[in-house]
């Protein structure tokens, strides 16, 4: 019987800061959740943002992600993971978004290992790519979190009077809050896998329809 490589932490971490490098190319610029809508409604401000950075990480999508990636760094049946990671997207952009995201990403970690990855939604792909780190899980899924909020953040950057100083002092504050979403979402169950940010889902199945639009959710 072979056993699974393990990578050295000190390689994990560097490995770890590529995957969600934003050179990493899944496309992650081109997506909002739902902010832009949000942003274009009034919804979101530059003083209402870290609001909605906290409902993202403690109750929606951030948290759903976070579980999602816990799944997966212990998962055996990954396809069965993935099937439920489609079926918790409530939307059709943000099903796009995971899925797309997700698909690039199995391919270029396909590239770079020379291990096939099938294409999966973003957290399961991510989390399987990082099971065989020598690295504490919450370390792992924190890294994730902070990636997908620089992203939202860099989104309201490009759409709000945002400077990108503010956009990182607003990242500094939600560390803290990171920190404790992972350590939380380490020893998840499925049954941890619930949303209660309506407002953000109800702004990605709007931005859908809007006629004029620069994110593709």
Do not use: K
Not at 127 to 150: N, S, T, V
Not at 205 to 217: D, K, Q, Y
């Amino acid at each position: 019987m072979t056993c699974p490589t393990i990578t050295p932490p000190e390689i994990a971490r560097l490995r770890l800061a590529q995957y969600l490098s934003p050179a990493f190319p899944v496309g992650g610029f081109a997506w909002s959740q739902g902010l832009e809508y949000a942003m274009d409604a009034g919804l979101v401000t530059r003083a209402t943002l870290p609001q909605w950075l906290a409902d993202w990480l403690d109750r929606g999508a951030g948290w759903t992600d976070a579980v999602l990636v816990a799944l997966s760094l212990r998962a055996v049946d990954h396809a069965a993971l993935d099937d439920l990671a489609r079926a918790a997207c409530l939307s059709a952009e943000r099903l796009a978004e995971t899925v797309e995201q997700g698909t690039a990403f199995a391919a270029n970690v396909t590239a770079l290992t020379g291990q096939p990855q099938p294409a999966a939604a973003l957290p399961i792909a991510f989390g399987r790519a990082c099971a065989d780190m020598a690295l504490p899980h919450p370390e792992i899924i924190a890294a994730f979190l902070q990636a997908q909020a620089a992203a939202l953040i860099s989104a309201t950057v490009r759409f709000l009077p945002l400077g990108p100083v503010e956009g990182q002092r607003m990242l500094a504050a939600l560390q803290s809050a990171i920190l404790a979403a992972a350590v939380r979402a380490a020893s998840a169950t499925q049954d941890d896998l619930a949303s209660s940010a309506w407002g953000a889902d109800i702004a990605a199945m709007r931005h859908e329809t809007m006629p004029v639009r620069i994110f593709r959710s």
